[in-house]
Nanobody
């Protein structure tokens, strides 16, 4: 089991940058792929990005590709989401989650979730 705590949210003007952090505790963090999702008011929770357990592979939603970067530091049990050139449509609550099975792009494939943080608009 892994516990996740999200931090780093806040307001950023359009065009600015923001970095979100996802701190993990518990066992076997480095065996989990970790994903970021976001949920805007009145909308479903959407996939943003995912990084493999070893950090070698990443996938992004088309809407953030080229602007957002996901990374991880297994030694520190941290996953990051660097958001650049933010847009008004990036405004949402952001969650990190530990992947379990199925498609990376569907939130029901993730077992453990952080509490969410508001960002960036």
């Amino acid at each position: 089991q892994v516990q996740l705590v999200v931090s780093g949210g806040g307001f950023v003007q359009a065009g600015g940058s923001l970095r979100l952090s996802c701190a993990a505790s518990g066992q076997k963090f480095d065996s989990y792929a970790i994903g970021w999702f976001r949920q805007a008011p009145g909308k479903e929770r959407d996939f943003v990005a995912v990084i493999s357990f070893d950090g070698e592979t990443t996938y992004y939603a088309d809407s953030v590709k080229g602007r957002f970067t996901i990374s991880r530091d297994n030694g520190k049990k941290m996953v990051y989401l660097e958001m650049n050139s933010v847009r008004p449509e990036d405004t949402a609550v952001y969650y990190c989650a530990a992947y379990s099975s199925g498609s990376y792009y569907n939130d029901f494939g993730y077992d453990y979730w952080g509490q969410g943080t508001q960002g960036p608009g």
